[in-house]
């Protein structure tokens, strides 16, 4: 109780040493500033000390404008070379911008509107410091909008739109078992911000791995790390689109993901044997649930020890069998790693670590770093190790060599989670709150205990200390376990991590971590997808149903209804718990999932297609409202509803025992996506559109199509390999105004690792001229001969005036038209999309 008093204590420390006049810091001044082709240099003097000793008094400033929509400011000591991240490539400067203003940086993409988007000049007021920069201690601060519009910096469970009342956001990679508001496995240190009166989104990024809180206020937000320089990067928009696209322009684009990733995943831990899998496989097919890929947790391992088998209960040889049988149904596997590495001798995973010389050493005993972790007392492989990829390969090849074919891996406990030995493991999540941190900081970041169960962050890798490359750990590992397994299979792969770091979208993916079975955190898991979408990780979900906790029939109805839309589509389960995979619990239950799950494997062409420009631009999966209504203020907080991509609204029922559900409809068509009914109208004059109660009895999602659009479909399937070779069909919105529509499709194997080669590319137009509407396609690539088999056989029109005539490639064709829903419907086509083809109709 003390302790926790002493942590009050701490915060309020701070916040008064800033309202304190005497303890205002003005910072540095500029001086020999040089022009260069590229930006400018500069020497940084400092004014005065900091608040913690240890100043760096003389710093080097370096302005450099990368690209025509990108600047990085990097201030470092010129005189002790200090911790910097050492993974990212720049990009080629490509452009001498125009001048720009001292302590003021401008950006002449913005220029127009006179905008200032990072500002770090101390107001004359005093309310905040100028540049501090201290060994253990740095704080920069910037001017923003008023009352800001702003996102990102994960990750934590909070609201999307970012509080921005001296709230502070910690950034430290920790397993804080999805309690809200806190640092949780990720660390991104990106923000974006939309600015009112503009409606233009900019980024920022901060490329600093050591721990760090960014505290926004209602004027400026201040970014305080302990360690490392300043590296920052400014993306200049204007679009969100461009924002992200910008952003991952440094961080990478995330890769092609193999197709069947986007089918349903099933998941347990607590599956006490093979067989409990092999029955949990045949109920799905019993009851015609689509699954395309089989995971197994911690279970499998023989005393939780990475790269065994359970003699007893999971058989290697049986496994094997097991594997090769989901192989030969279509169906995929995915089993589970953690880093911790049994000490035991005769474990050659231990045994040859330590010959290698790979793992994270004590700084006090100099030896293997050694902490409990689930099979016991673990050493860590130190992944900046260049001899560790070999050494993890080695075990990945081994369990191919033995005959299982792994379709993917998925590490967790990465962030690095260490057990407190002390402590119970099913502590209440208050006493970890409670501040035991010995290390010797002048300034902890949102007052956490870095040192609670992890790697204590003296402890020495290849490259540098923990202190440094905590937060990295997981994108490390993730990383170096994507390229093994690409190099293994020479295909695309498949890489699942709990901890990421800036820039982990470019290898691997990720899910939300260990959740609870609450509506809370089905409702929060929206925000988390929404971010990590932003952050360039497209690939993403929660766990359906919940993780810890028992589930209800409800709940798991309504989670996944809004699971069958999360990128990424996983059930998953803690041990102990009610059993809800989803022929589990009931009948009802069962019927909607499959419903469901069978929509979304309809739709998968359409995601797929995403995650194509996902790959090329960097645009996200998910999107929140104000990504695509920036001038709409009302769509601002928007997080209990999403896009998926630019075409569908999604309205979920996040509340217990609802039977109708309210949402928000920005200006514009939209109609019922399952029905063609219409919702709403675009009236030009207006900037505002429409809160609506929608019905949504249990065995509904609400899901709205936007006029305008036209997404790709097939006929659904039970796993992703049979429903890639159903038959397409188009379904198309109506633009009121316009009578336009518009749309992409990209197909190939979904698995090579390079198809550029060997893939379809279309885009599809509706165009409307004096009494016609004309539908066309244009072919941008028509290589991958599954679409001269595969043919597109529906096509439905939402919002079509009434029809007298229509012909397919200009011969009159039979259609079903609906006057009342407004609904045109064609069947039989058999087109072969890889040809261009015409449908004409006229309306009377
Ligand atoms: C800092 O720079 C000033 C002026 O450039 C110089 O006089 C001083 O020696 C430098 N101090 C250190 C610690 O390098
Ligand atoms: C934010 O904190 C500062 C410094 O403590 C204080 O002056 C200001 O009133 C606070 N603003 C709000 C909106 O709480
Ligand atoms: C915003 O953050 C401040 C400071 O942490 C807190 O007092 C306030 O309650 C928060 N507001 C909301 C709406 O959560
Ligand atoms: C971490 O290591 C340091 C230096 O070796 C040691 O002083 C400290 O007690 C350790 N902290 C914890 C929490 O184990
Ligand atoms: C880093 O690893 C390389 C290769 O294993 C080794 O040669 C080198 O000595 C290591 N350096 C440190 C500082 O541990
Ligand atoms: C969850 O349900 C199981 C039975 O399926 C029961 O043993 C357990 O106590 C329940 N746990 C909680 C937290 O309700
Ligand atoms: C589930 O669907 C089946 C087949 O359509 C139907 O016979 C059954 O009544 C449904 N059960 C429930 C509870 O909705
Ligand atoms: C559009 O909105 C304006 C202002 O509310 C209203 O007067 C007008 O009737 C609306 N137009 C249509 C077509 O609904
Ligand atoms: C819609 O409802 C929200 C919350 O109920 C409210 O804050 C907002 O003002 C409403 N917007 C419109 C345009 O009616
Ligand atoms: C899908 O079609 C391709 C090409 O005709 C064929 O090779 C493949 O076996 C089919 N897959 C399934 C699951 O039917
Ligand atoms: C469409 O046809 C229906 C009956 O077929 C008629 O009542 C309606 O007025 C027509 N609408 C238009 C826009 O021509
Ligand atoms: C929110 C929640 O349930 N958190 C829990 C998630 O699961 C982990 C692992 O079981 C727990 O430690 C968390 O408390």
Redesign the pocket.
């Known amino acids: 109780m003390k302790k926790f008093i002493a942590f009050i204590g701490l915060l309020f420390l701070i916040?008064n040493s800033?309202?304190d006049e005497s303890t205002y810091y003005p910072g540095y001044s500029l001086s020999n500033v040089q022009q260069n082709s590229g930006g400018f240099t500069g020497d940084l003097t400092m004014i005065s000390p900091g608040p913690y000793g240890d100043d760096i008094p003389n710093l080097s400033l370096n302005v450099e404008y990368q690209t025509e929509t990108r600047v990085r400011i990097k201030i470092y000591d010129p005189n002790n070379a200090r911790w910097e991240v050492p993974k990212i490539k720049l990009i080629q400067i490509k452009s001498n911008l125009n001048q720009i203003k001292l302590n003021q940086i401008k950006l002449n993409q913005r220029e127009l509107n006179n905008e200032v988007l990072f500002n770090t000049t101390p107001p004359d007021t005093h309310?905040y410091n100028g540049l501090i920069f201290e060994n253990l201690y740095i704080e920069i601060n910037s001017k923003t909008a008023k009352n800001p519009n702003i996102y990102g910096l994960g990750e934590r469970i909070y609201d999307f739109k970012l509080n921005t009342?001296?709230h502070t956001y910690v950034m430290f990679t920790k397993d804080n078992g999805n309690e809200e508001d806190v640092n949780l496995y990720g660390v991104h240190p990106f923000y974006i911000e939309l600015r009112e009166e503009t409606h233009l989104f900019h980024g920022v990024f901060i490329l600093n791995s050591n721990a760090m809180d960014v505290t926004l206020?209602?004027d400026h937000l201040t970014y305080r790390t302990i360690g490392g320089i300043l590296d920052i990067y400014i993306f200049t928009g204007v679009s969100i689109d461009d924002v992200i696209s910008q952003y991952t322009d440094l961080v990478g684009k995330p890769p092609m993901i193999p197709y069947f990733a986007l089918g349903f995943h099933q998941c347990r831990w607590g599956y006490k044997d093979l067989d409990v899998c092999k029955t949990v496989v045949e109920q799905y097919k019993a009851h015609q649930l689509p699954l395309d890929t089989f995971w197994m947790d911690i279970d499998y391992m023989d005393e939780h020890k990475d790269f065994t088998f359970d003699p007893v209960n999971y058989p290697q040889e049986e496994v094997k069998e097991f594997v090769e049988q989901l192989h030969e149904d279509n169906q995929h596997y995915v089993i589970i790693l953690d880093p911790g590495i049994k000490v035991e001798e005769g474990y050659a995973p231990y045994d040859d670590g330590i010959s290698d010389g790979i793992f994270i050493i004590s700084a006090d005993t100099k030896l293997p770093y050694t902490a409990p972790v689930w099979p016991g007392e673990c050493n860590f492989p130190d992944f900046t190790n260049p001899k560790t990829y070999s050494y993890w390969s080695k075990f990945i090849q081994q369990i191919f060599d033995e005959g299982i074919i792994l379709d993917g891996l998925w590490v967790d406990m990465n962030e690095l989670v260490t057990f407190d030995s002390s402590e119970e493991l099913s502590e209440s999540s208050e006493s970890k709150k409670v501040e035991r941190d010995s290390i010797n900081l002048p300034y902890v970041p949102g007052g956490v205990n870095l040192n609670y169960r992890t790697v204590n962050l003296s402890a020495i890798h290849n490259t540098s200390i923990a202190f440094n490359l905590h937060s990295m750990y997981g994108f490390m590992e993730a990383k170096a376990t994507a390229s093994i397994l690409t190099e293994t299979k020479k295909t695309r792969i498949f890489v699942i991590s709990r901890s990421t770091y800036a820039g982990h979208g470019h290898h691997a993916f990720h899910w939300l971590g260990d959740n609870y079975s609450t509506y809370k955190s089905m409702a929060t898991s929206i925000q988390g997808i929404l971010n990590m979408n932003m952050f360039g990780i497209p690939l993403v979900g929660a766990d359906i149903c919940g993780f810890s906790g028992n589930t209800t029939a409800e709940l798991c109805a309504r989670w996944i209804e809004l699971g069958s839309f999360y990128p990424f589509s996983r059930d998953h389960n803690s041990i102990g718990m009610k059993s809800q995979e989803l022929y589990a619990l009931g009948d009802q239950v069962t019927n909607i999932s499959r419903n469901v799950l069978l929509n979304r494997y309809s739709l998968i062409p359409y995601y797929y297609t995403l995650f194509y420009y996902s790959h090329e631009i960097g645009t996200p999966i998910w999107r929140a409202l104000v990504y695509d209504f920036p001038e709409d203020p009302n769509t601002y907080s928007i997080d209990k509803q999403f896009l998926v991509g630019n075409a569908l609204l999604v309205t979920p029922v996040l509340e217990e025992g609802a039977t109708s559900v309210e949402g928000y409809f920005p200006n514009s068509d939209w109609y019922d996506y399952w029905s063609g009914e219409k919702i709403l109208t675009k009236n030009s004059t207006l900037t505002f559109g429409k809160n609506l109660t929608l019905d949504a009895p249990l065995d509904k999602i609400n899901v709205a199509i936007r006029g305008g659009y036209i997404i790709p479909k097939q006929e659904p399937a039970l796993t992703t390999a049979e429903s890639r070779n159903n038959s397409f069909e188009l379904l198309a919105a109506i633009d009121s105004e316009t009578g336009s529509a518009s749309g992409k499709l990209f197909f190939d194997d979904g698995i090579s690792l390079d198809t550029s080669q060997n893939s379809s590319s279309l885009i599809f137009e509706l165009t409307y001229f004096s009494g016609f509407s004309y539908f066309e396609t244009y072919i941008l690539e028509s290589n991958y001969d599954l679409l001269n088999h595969v043919l597109l056989d529906k096509m439905t029109f939402y919002g079509v005036d009434n029809i007298t005539t229509l012909w397919v490639n200009n011969i009159k064709y039979p259609f079903e038209y609906d006057s009342t829903l407004k609904v045109l419907r064609i069947k039989g086509l058999n087109l072969s999309l890889n040809e261009r083809f015409q449908i004409i109709w006229k309306t009377n």
């Open positions: 916040y800033f309202a309310d009342s001296n206020n209602p």
